[in-house]
């Protein structure tokens, strides 16, 4: 009698580390993770929107949507995610080891690939096209861990330089439409923007700049100024003390 319940012990036992391991084998991404513990710098589960990264502080962490795991960057802790203008689409952080940096933008299968470059450390320039329309966007990464959008408002930030003090860009933020010698005039409202590294406030000129062209060709002309160039060739100088 003994041996017999010694046996049924024994293979009870088998049968309890079999199952524990198949079940790892066969549980998917999202129930796996689930089981790590949190501490006081790990809340486990971190909600952006429709998204969720787990788990938080985490190398190799991943983000879901609905229980489905969308991505993972081999070695690298994600931080946050921006939800982008169209569903489906957003922007993350990426940091490694070493504290570096770095975002990346997720799109759907069909979407364009994203361009993205690197202006200065921690501010980005991306070109995205999302159900036929072109975003042209600037992201800060800010001392918190967080991506924010520079001008949330407008698809067509652009014309990125940085100088020693900070980076300087503009926006297209209005086109007037008229007459001159009986020949339609097309006219564009571009507005500069300030970004100082040392300071995550953006700053604007009041008064936006008419040109023929949607764009501006901008450069450094020393640390407290920049130049800027029109279509019809003219070259001006700002300072940066202009920016409010």
């Known amino acids: 009698m003994?041996?017999?319940?010694?046996?049924?012990?024994?293979?009870?036992?088998?049968?309890?580390?079999t199952l524990f391991?198949?079940?790892?084998?066969f549980s998917t991404p999202s129930q796996a993770a689930r089981e790590l513990p949190s501490d006081s710098d790990h809340r486990g589960i971190v909600s952006f929107g429709a998204f969720e990264v787990f788990p938080e502080n985490?190398?190799?962490?991943?983000?879901?949507q609905e229980g489905r795991l969308l991505l993972t960057v081999p070695g690298?802790?994600?931080?946050?995610?921006?939800?982008?203008?169209?569903e489906g689409r957003f922007a993350y952080l990426t940091q490694d080891e070493a504290g570096q940096s770095n975002i990346g933008i997720h799109m759907k299968p069909d979407d364009p690939k994203p361009?993205?470059?690197?202006?200065?450390?921690?501010?980005?320039?991306?070109v995205n096209v999302m159900e036929g329309v072109v975003y042209k966007k600037m992201y800060r990464v800010v001392q918190n861990d967080t991506i924010v959008d520079l001008l949330q408002g407008s698809k067509t930030a652009d014309g990125a330089v940085a100088g020693k003090n900070g980076v300087m860009f503009y926006h297209v933020a209005g086109i007037n439409r008229s007459e001159a010698d009986g020949k339609p005039l097309t006219e564009f409202k571009l507005r500069l923007h300030l970004l100082l590294y040392d300071d995550?406030?953006?700053?604007?000129?009041?008064?936006?700049?008419?040109?023929?062209?949607?764009?501006?060709k901008l450069a450094w002309e020393n640390e407290?100024?920049?130049?800027?160039?029109?279509?019809?060739?003219?070259?001006?100088?700002?300072?940066?003390?202009?920016?409010?």
């Open 58 to 64: 985490r190398v190799n962490n991943a983000i879901y």
């Open 21 to 25: 391991f198949l079940a790892g084998l």
């Open 2 to 17: 003994k041996k017999f319940l010694f046996s049924r012990l024994i293979l009870s036992t088998v049968m309890s580390l």
């Open 115 to 126: 361009k993205i470059k690197i202006i200065a450390p921690g501010i980005f320039f991306v």
């Open 224 to 244: 407290t100024s920049i130049t800027y160039g029109l279509a019809d060739g003219r070259m001006e100088t700002l300072s940066i003390a202009q920016f409010q």
């Open 200 to 216: 995550e406030r953006l700053r604007h000129l009041d008064y936006p700049l008419v040109n023929t062209l949607p764009s501006l």
């Open 76 to 86: 690298q802790v994600i931080k946050h995610i921006l939800p982008l203008a169209e």
